[in-house]
């Protein structure tokens, strides 16, 4: 029948298409018609009752994307391989990279010459082979001493494995210490980004240990923090030893046109570190404070050195906004970013919600900028009108 053979043709030309850049001369004699109606066709066919609708659209485009994506096309057959990165005990932070790796959305020199960006796709390390995802993080030749480093990594044991899909797959589903490998993905990455920038990366014999030192820090203070708050906690909770306790909150004085900002840092023992008190022009909304104070209690941790520790606030739309790991589309998502940017600085940095309650000497001293100078630094102290604040939550921890 005359619907049969046009269909055929159709599917003929979606089939040219799916081939790629091999077919661009013939696709390009098409018409704009003749696109039009492709499209049309190609969507009409997933649909179930031959008739197009926005979700089936997208089901039609969520189809495509997976048939374009390395290794294992099968969405069910990928489930295991996402649960596996999702639950591994590592921070957010390594896990977005490990599953943006395996996505292949890494921004990889061959990737972006794909989109435009670069002409030369040639691995900056070894000056030899395409750097794609795989090669930037596995199979580049100057990281062969650390993959010959762990019996369970070597090359030599993974010969079938061709992709980072693949890779991770495997490390995965035979328990191949996968928590300390994604740790050095992520710090392979990170020198690699580092010495783009013209800064100097780690010391490729160094990686593993200090990729070791992390995990071991990182499941330390997270043991730490399930220990602590396995309900939730009625008063200010001390950090893990050796670490910092970095409480913030805002508050607004819309008399005035103003707001506050309010920082205390304390170490494990309740010990007061630096305080910070700054008045500034009142945003247009509550959460933008909330943002702004979580912004400058970062900056004043980093300022005087106190690199590891908490990020603690009262505002839970601020905290869950902080702790995922897509890309903020709020009004204060800017400032989202600068935090989460201030964060990569440490070497070790969470983020915690509290009640109120739970951070009243952060909350006093914002209340209290107004009273200040612009900015105020108290160190080793908090302002003198909220001595009875802090010392309450001293006698708290005793108790």
Not at 93 to 108: E, F, G, M, Q
Not at 168 to 186: C, K, Q, S, T, Y
Not at 321 to 330: G, T
């Amino acid at each position: 029948m005359e619907w049969q053979a046009k269909e055929e043709e159709l599917l003929a030309k979606m089939d040219l298409v799916r081939r790629g850049f091999g077919c661009l001369a013939m696709v390009a004699t098409w018409t704009l018609a003749e696109l039009v109606e492709l499209a049309v066709t190609a969507m009409v066919a997933v649909c179930e009752n031959g008739v197009y609708t926005v979700k089936s659209g997208y089901r039609f485009l969520q189809t495509e994307f997976q048939n374009q994506q390395p290794g294992q096309s099968n969405p069910l057959m990928l489930k295991p391989l996402w649960k596996g990165i999702w639950s591994l005990k590592v921070p957010s932070k390594v896990k977005n990279l490990v599953w943006r790796a395996v996505k292949n959305s890494l921004p990889t020199k061959q990737n972006l010459v794909r989109r435009k960006v670069l002409t030369d796709d040639c691995c900056d390390q070894c000056k030899m082979q395409k750097e794609d995802t795989f090669h930037a993080l596995y199979l580049c030749p100057k990281l062969e001493e650390i993959w010959l480093s762990k019996q369970a990594w070597n090359q030599c044991s993974l010969r079938q494995v061709t992709s980072f899909v693949d890779l991770m797959g495997h490390i995965l589903a035979e328990n191949r210490d996968p928590d300390l490998f994604a740790m050095v993905v992520w710090a392979i990455w990170k020198r690699r980004n580092d010495i783009r920038v013209g800064k100097r990366g780690e010391n490729l014999p160094n990686l593993v240990q200090q990729a070791q030192t992390r995990l071991q820090n990182f499941l330390l203070h997270n043991s730490a923090t399930t220990t602590s708050t396995g309900q939730p906690p009625t008063q200010w909770q001390p950090p893990a030893h050796q670490q910092y306790k970095i409480n913030f909150d805002g508050a607004l004085f819309k008399d005035e046109n103003q707001a506050g900002l309010g920082v205390v840092i304390r170490d494990s023992k309740g010990q007061v570190m630096v305080s910070l008190a700054q008045r500034i022009p009142l945003p247009s909304t509550a959460i933008e404070v909330e943002a702004l104070a979580a912004r400058r209690a970062l900056e004043l941790a980093l300022e005087t050195g106190l690199n590891k520790g908490v990020l603690e606030g009262d505002s839970l739309i601020l905290m869950n906004a902080l702790k995922s790991n897509s890309h903020s589309l709020a009004q204060f998502g800017h400032i989202v970013n600068d935090i989460h940017y201030l964060a990569s600085q440490f070497p070790m940095i969470s983020f915690s919600h509290v009640r109120r309650h739970c951070n009243s000497v952060a909350h006093s001293i914002a209340r209290r900028a107004l009273s200040f100078s612009s900015l105020q630094v108290w160190m080793e102290d908090v302002p003198p009108e909220i001595a009875d604040v802090l010392q309450a939550d001293l006698i708290a921890l005793v108790e």
